[in-house]
Protein backbone atom coordinates (compact mmCIF):
# COMPACT_ATOMS: atom_id res chain seq x y z
CA UNK A 1 0.00 0.00 0.00
CA UNK A 2 1.57 3.07 -1.34
CA UNK A 3 1.32 5.82 1.94
CA UNK A 4 2.48 9.68 1.46
CA UNK A 5 3.13 11.68 4.55
CA UNK A 6 3.69 15.39 4.44
CA UNK A 7 5.38 17.48 7.20
CA UNK A 8 7.23 20.90 7.63
CA UNK A 9 4.29 23.14 7.67
CA UNK A 10 3.90 26.21 10.02
CA UNK A 11 3.62 29.90 10.43
CA UNK A 12 6.44 32.27 8.34
CA UNK A 13 6.59 35.70 7.72
CA UNK A 14 5.68 36.97 4.39
CA UNK A 15 9.25 36.64 2.65
CA UNK A 16 10.46 33.59 4.61
CA UNK A 17 11.17 30.11 3.50
CA UNK A 18 9.88 26.62 4.78
CA UNK A 19 10.87 23.02 3.19
CA UNK A 20 8.00 20.77 2.96
CA UNK A 21 8.84 17.39 3.11
CA UNK A 22 7.00 13.80 1.79
CA UNK A 23 7.54 10.77 3.41
CA UNK A 24 6.72 7.96 0.71
CA UNK A 25 6.14 4.12 1.74
CA UNK A 26 5.64 1.55 -0.30
CA UNK A 27 6.47 1.13 -4.09
CA UNK A 28 8.12 4.79 -4.52
CA UNK A 29 9.50 4.86 -8.17
CA UNK A 30 6.61 7.17 -9.24
CA UNK A 31 6.43 10.75 -10.21
CA UNK A 32 5.05 12.84 -7.25
CA UNK A 33 2.92 15.99 -6.74
CA UNK A 34 2.42 18.79 -4.83
CA UNK A 35 -1.02 20.51 -4.21
CA UNK A 36 -2.16 23.14 -2.22
CA UNK A 37 -5.82 24.19 -0.92
CA UNK A 38 -6.17 27.45 0.57
CA UNK A 39 -9.99 28.13 2.38
CA UNK A 40 -12.62 28.97 -0.23
CA UNK A 41 -10.48 28.36 -3.37
CA UNK A 42 -10.02 25.56 -5.50
CA UNK A 43 -7.20 22.55 -5.58
CA UNK A 44 -3.94 24.06 -7.82
CA UNK A 45 -1.49 22.22 -8.49
CA UNK A 46 1.91 23.25 -7.60
CA UNK A 47 4.72 21.40 -8.75
CA UNK A 48 5.83 17.90 -10.12
CA UNK A 49 9.03 15.96 -10.12
CA UNK A 50 9.41 12.67 -11.95
CA UNK A 51 10.61 9.12 -10.93
CA UNK A 52 14.78 9.97 -11.00
CA UNK A 53 14.01 13.92 -10.16
CA UNK A 54 15.33 14.30 -13.63
CA UNK A 55 12.15 16.71 -14.46
CA UNK A 56 10.59 19.10 -12.76
CA UNK A 57 7.48 21.16 -12.76
CA UNK A 58 5.95 24.26 -11.94
CA UNK A 59 2.78 26.23 -11.69
CA UNK A 60 2.95 29.49 -12.62
CA UNK A 61 2.59 31.28 -9.23
CA UNK A 62 5.16 29.77 -7.62
CA UNK A 63 8.14 29.56 -10.20
CA UNK A 64 11.30 30.79 -9.35
CA UNK A 65 10.45 30.56 -5.34
CA UNK A 66 9.50 26.87 -4.82
CA UNK A 67 11.89 23.81 -5.84
CA UNK A 68 11.05 20.31 -5.67
CA UNK A 69 13.68 17.61 -4.91
CA UNK A 70 14.10 14.19 -4.07
CA UNK A 71 15.73 12.04 -2.38
CA UNK A 72 15.20 8.40 -3.76
CA UNK A 73 17.18 7.13 -1.30
CA UNK A 74 15.55 8.03 1.56
CA UNK A 75 11.96 8.01 0.24
CA UNK A 76 11.04 11.73 0.75
CA UNK A 77 10.28 14.38 -1.67
CA UNK A 78 10.73 18.05 -0.70
CA UNK A 79 9.66 21.53 -1.75
CA UNK A 80 11.82 24.25 -0.62
CA UNK A 81 9.22 27.16 -0.56
CA UNK A 82 10.83 30.94 -0.52
CA UNK A 83 10.31 34.55 -0.91
CA UNK A 84 7.03 33.20 0.97
CA UNK A 85 3.68 35.25 0.39
CA UNK A 86 0.26 35.64 1.95
CA UNK A 87 -1.28 34.38 -0.74
CA UNK A 88 0.34 30.94 -0.63
CA UNK A 89 -1.12 30.21 2.57
CA UNK A 90 -3.03 27.19 2.08
CA UNK A 91 -2.95 23.53 3.03
CA UNK A 92 -0.13 21.45 1.40
CA UNK A 93 -0.80 17.86 0.02
CA UNK A 94 1.51 14.98 -1.79
CA UNK A 95 0.60 12.64 -4.00
CA UNK A 96 0.76 10.43 -7.04
CA UNK A 97 -1.37 8.97 -9.52
CA UNK A 98 1.34 6.55 -10.59
CA UNK A 99 1.47 8.69 -13.86
CA UNK A 100 4.40 10.68 -15.38
CA UNK A 101 4.24 14.84 -14.85
CA UNK A 102 4.23 14.70 -18.45
CA UNK A 103 0.47 13.59 -18.33
CA UNK A 104 -2.31 15.30 -16.69
CA UNK A 105 -3.45 14.64 -13.28
CA UNK A 106 -6.06 11.80 -13.30
CA UNK A 107 -8.27 12.72 -10.43
CA UNK A 108 -7.64 9.87 -8.17
CA UNK A 109 -4.74 8.46 -6.72
CA UNK A 110 -2.75 8.61 -3.18
CA UNK A 111 -2.92 11.54 -0.84
CA UNK A 112 -0.98 12.96 1.89
CA UNK A 113 -3.39 14.23 4.97
CA UNK A 114 -1.35 17.53 4.02
CA UNK A 115 0.24 20.55 6.27
CA UNK A 116 -0.97 23.76 6.58
CA UNK A 117 1.49 26.34 5.97
CA UNK A 118 0.46 30.15 6.64
CA UNK A 119 2.06 33.07 5.47
CA UNK A 120 1.82 36.23 7.86
CA UNK A 121 2.96 38.91 9.73
Known amino acids: QLQLVESGGGLVQPGGSLRLSCAVS??????IRWFRQAPGKEREGVSCISSSGGSTHYADSVKGRFTISRDNAKNTVYLQMGSLKPEDTAIYYC????????????????WGRGTQVTVSS
Open 26 to 31: GFTLYA
Open 95 to 110: ATDLFSCDVPWSGGGY
